[in-house]
């Protein structure tokens, strides 16, 4: 088996549409109770689903006051109404692979809720056997993913560019890039289009988290090859 290149020893995932699968209607459930609550013109189900994949969220919304209420939208969503967890088929078999190759493997999500209370989430699902270390947005107010990620390095006494990314939206992607981080890995698999994360220019797309270990090696064996000189 390969071992991790020399340059990345920390991987660190998001979890919906990159460990688990996205529960997209939930979310718009939730955008189209708070627009009714608040008296607001409500957009189809297909035109929310279209703008949040594509990276518009703010656009769901009223033009008057526009980011004030895409914020509270965001602020005012329970974590712990989200339903059960289901595993993207061969997460656990991923994981366990990329402990073996000596990895050690993070969790940065932008859910709200305290970690702890993640922990039993996500306890059923078996991630907990290779993934120690969660980090969420608990009580923090960040609206990306920068200072998280930087957090995450501190906590394993690492520099962003021994750490690698795997995401699937645009803020997992901008934001990895943005503290150094040395692999960046967008997936196909969850909230935004690829055309969207094309333009975060991460290292590689892939279709989904089973590909991430191969895409390791592709990622070892291009670092490795022998510049030809001009």
């Known amino acids: 088996m390969k071992r991790a290149p020399q340059l990345l020893s920390l991987a660190v995932f998001d979890l919906d549409g990159t460990l688990i699968e996205l529960e997209i209607e939930h979310v718009v459930d939730h955008i189209v109770s708070f627009l009714t609550a608040r008296k607001l013109a409500v957009p189809t189900r297909d035109r929310i689903r279209h703008l949040l994949r594509s990276h518009r969220y703010e656009e769901i919304f009223p033009e008057e006051g526009r980011a004030a209420v895409a914020l509270e939208s965001w602020d005012s969503y329970d974590p712990r109404t989200t339903p059960t967890p289901k595993l993207f088929d061969g997460t656990l078999a991923t994981l366990e692979e990329m402990v073996a190759r000596g990895f050690e493997l993070a969790i940065a999500t932008a859910r709200t809720m305290h970690t702890e209370e993640l922990r039993e989430v996500l306890r059923p699902t078996g991630i907990l056997k290779h993934v120690e270390f969660l980090s969420t947005w608990y009580q923090t107010g960040w609206t990306g993913k920068v200072e998280q990620l930087k957090g ?3 906590e394993h ?4 560019s021994s750490a690698m990314m795997v995401g699937d939206s645009c803020d ?3 934001s ?3 503290v150094g981080f040395g692999l960046n890995i967008a997936l196909r698999s969850g909230m935004h289009l690829e055309e969207m994360l094309v333009l975060e220019e991460p290292h590689y797309v892939i279709d989904s988290v089973t590909e991430v ?3 390791v090696d592709r990622f070892s064996d291009e670092l490795h090859q022998p510049r030809v000189s001009s």
């Open 213 to 215: 270990p191969k895409t």
């Open 152 to 154: 995450v390095c501190r």
């Open 172 to 174: 997992d992607i901008r």
């Open 176 to 178: 990895s890039r943005a």
């Open 157 to 160: 006494s690492l520099p962003p």
